[in-house]
């Protein structure tokens, strides 16, 4: 599976948009990319996964770059309970182990 | 989304003695099952994965006859940590991935597993 790198942490202002970047340079065309996150003491929860195309649900927005080798998570309006390490991970397929890097501890500040 | 449970939610035990975590799946059919653990400040790292029915593929570095798995059916899994030391001291999280109501086929966690050996 592709490795990803990440920021080790950022600050966002409340209500503003936080903007997650990750880079996966080495991705083949059947990898996905996931988005979980984690607040502190909790399992990881899902957040969004793309393959090619931009996705967006109710939680957050993903960009994945025309060549694939990097996306940005985005949450539009971002709150205090939005503090939280997120991890972008890249897998083979929807089957694959999910193989968690360092992530990028968000910190929503008021 | 897809619910899964733990229990307990946090264990303190004594050095030498075993302990079994319960890992459930309460609204879908769990065809695989994963166990992490997560020592403070650090990451996620994969112990385990296993297949309802059958043994537990092992990540290099993890001791299988010390961290016990069994996935006897599709709505459980258990972990059991064989002679705790104050060093298995941690947080144990598991996940499932399999089909059902919410479940799509991703990989859904539990709230964890907080583990001190005393």
């Known amino acids: 599976d592709a490795k990803t790198t990440q920021p080790p942490s950022m600050d966002c202002a409340e209500g503003r948009a936080a903007n997650l970047p990750c880079n996966h340079s080495?991705?083949?065309?059947?990898?996905?990319v996931y988005w979980y996150r984690q607040i502190h003491s909790q399992g990881p929860q899902y957040i969004i996964h793309?393959?090619?195309n931009n996705e967006t649900n109710e939680m957050a927005s993903l960009i994945i770059t025309e060549d694939r080798k990097s996306s940005t998570l985005i949450l539009p309006h971002a709150t205090l309970r939005d503090t939280a390490v997120y991890y972008c991970?890249?897998?083979?397929?929807?089957?694959?182990?999910?193989?968690f890097g360092q992530g990028t501890e968000l910190s929503v500040k008021p | 989304g897809a619910v899964v449970s733990q229990h307990p939610s946090w264990v303190i035990c004594k050095s030498g003695t075993s302990v079994k975590i319960e890992c459930r799946s309460l609204?879908?059919?769990?065809?695989?099952m994963f166990w992490y653990r997560q020592f403070p400040k650090q990451s996620l790292m994969l112990m385990a994965t296993?297949?309802?029915?059958?043994?537990?593929?092992?990540e290099q570095g993890v001791e299988k006859d010390k961290f016990l798995i069994n996935h006897a059916s599709l709505t459980l899994s258990t972990l059991t940590v064989t002679s705790a030391h104050p060093e298995d001291s941690s947080f144990y999280i598991c996940?499932?991935?399999?089909f059902g109501q919410g479940a799509r086929n991703e990989q859904f966690f539990g709230p964890g597993t907080r583990l001190t050996v005393l």
């Open positions: 996940s499932a991935r399999g």
């Open positions: 793309g393959l090619k």
């Open positions: 991970i890249v897998i083979q397929n929807q089957g694959g182990k999910l193989i």
């Open positions: 609204d879908f059919q769990a065809t695989t």
């Open positions: 080495t991705i083949s065309g059947n990898e996905y």
């Open positions: 296993s297949n309802e029915g059958s043994k537990a593929t092992y």
